[in-house]
């Protein structure tokens, strides 16, 4: 997968003939910046920007590292928030090209698909200090009427702009989120790797990174419970990582809630046809983030909100790629699990379920599974998704469920 990043905020400028440009500096790079997009066709592939005019697209060739542009806009830019676009468009100009190219992991239109796309907000013609992604969270039932529009079904996660690849969306991460948004209405796909079995639902997050996984599960977990026939009046999701990583996760987070709020309002109103003054009122889906370093989370050693519930599900994506940091994240697994299991008594989760994604990039992560095994856990793999990619190997993404029953030996 490649995407497209900023290097500097886009910003608006005026040239000698007086016409009004976007002026945007960008690569096209892998999610750990290795290596640039490479089209091996002769052709170059168009990256275009929404609002600037879309007849002379930039050409982006194969050896290209950066791409320095002035983009003309088809009118001023207007004052008020706008959001600019920038996108790539495959080589086959009938294929419409999509501003949220990612969402579906079948790759219809191959090179659209697989350079994913940026956008940027613009208020008082300034660039924010931020770029998003954009993730279309599946449509509710009702979406015919045009009640909602798409920002209602959309999360919008922020990344840095610049060089450095932290605070980044991670392949795994993104592939996994677009697998789950996918398939949350499928009963037999939940019921496998998100099994819903009762009302109240508590999932962490471990190293979530910007927040796609967490956010993501927070969007569809209403949908995933109604799938397997349960509805749910509590769900917590709880994203954790590193402090450095909390600022940006954090402004996700509230990037996200209104966007949830709006889905647990739109289901409870699908939901309730007879409502009962007595019964309990489901509430919005609860996104917090607390900082949580496995090598505190091998220790037991957690902050309250970890402490506070036992977990049915922890989340992570493209975490186990650092061999150094496997046997941190494996007693951190053991730890929750172990934790979850002390809130038996009180008839809530006992056994923590942990789904895993990951791209494998070399074969030492395999040692993840030893150290898996020696702690109890087993893993099965529930999902492959293929990633091909424009002009290199291809790659994939897997994702596993695992599952430890016995509690207490470390
Ligand atoms: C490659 S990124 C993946 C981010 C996110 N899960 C995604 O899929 O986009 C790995 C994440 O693990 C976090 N991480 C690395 N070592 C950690 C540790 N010892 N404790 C907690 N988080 C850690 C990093 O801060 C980073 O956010």
Redesign the pocket.
């Known amino acids: 997968m490649h995407y497209i990043r900023l290097l500097r905020p886009v910003s608006v400028e005026t040239t000698n003939r007086r016409e009004e440009v976007l002026s945007v500096l960008l690569t096209i790079t892998t999610?750990l910046g290795d290596s640039f997009f490479g089209p091996d066709e002769p052709s170059p592939s168009a990256v275009l920007a929404y609002p600037a005019d879309q007849k002379s697209p930039l050409q982006w060739r194969a050896g290209m590292r950066v791409l320095k542009a002035q983009l003309r806009l088809r009118e001023p830019l207007p004052r008020e928030k706008t959001t600019v676009c920038i996108f790539a468009r495959g080589s086959d100009r009938s294929k419409t090209p999509s501003v949220r190219p990612y969402w579906r992991h079948g790759y219809e239109d191959e090179q659209a698909e697989l350079v994913v796309s940026v956008s940027v907000d613009m208020a008082n013609r300034t660039c924010a200090p931020v770029s998003l992604r954009t993730l279309p969270l599946p449509r509710q039932a009702d979406d015919g009427d045009g009640a909602s529009n798409e920002d209602e079904h959309s999360l919008e996660l922020g990344e840095d702009i610049g060089e450095s690849i932290?605070?980044?969306?991670?392949?795994?991460?993104?592939v996994?989120a677009s697998f789950l948004g996918d398939s949350c209405r499928s009963a037999a796909v939940m019921a496998d790797i998100l099994p819903v079995r009762r009302d109240r639902i508590n999932i962490l997050?471990?190293?979530?990174?910007?927040?796609?996984?967490g956010t993501t599960v927070a969007g569809i977990i209403q949908d995933a419970a109604a799938a397997q026939g349960q509805s749910l009046l509590e769900a917590q999701v709880l994203l954790?990582?590193?402090d450095?990583?909390e600022e940006r996760a954090r402004a996700n987070i509230a990037r996200a809630e209104e966007v949830l709020e709006w889905r647990q309002t739109h289901v409870s109103e699908e939901g309730n046809g007879e409502e009962d003054e007595s019964e309990e009122k489901p509430r919005p889906v609860r996104l917090e983030y607390e900082n949580?370093?496995?090598?505190d989370?091998r220790q037991g050693a957690f902050g309250p909100l970890v402490v506070a519930r036992a977990w049915d599900f922890v989340v992570?994506?493209?975490?186990t790629?650092?061999v150094d940091?496997l046997p941190?994240?494996v007693g951190?697994l053991s730890a929750l699990h172990k934790h979850s299991h002390s809130f038996q008594d009180d008839d809530v989760a006992a056994d923590t379920r942990v789904i895993l994604?990951t791209k494998p990039r070399h074969a030492s992560e395999e040692a993840l599974f030893g150290l898996l095994g020696e702690q109890g856990w087993a893993h099965r793999v529930v999902k492959r998704v293929p990633l091909p990619r424009v002009g290199a190997e291809d790659e994939g993404v897997e994702v596993y469920v695992l599952e430890r029953k016995e509690s207490g030996q470390e």
């Open positions: 999610d932290a605070r980044h969306i991670w392949d795994a991460g993104l996994t997050e471990l190293g979530c990174g910007v927040g796609i996984l954790t990582d590193v450095e990583a949580l370093d496995w090598d989370g992570l994506s493209d975490c790629y650092n940091s941190a994240l951190t994604a």
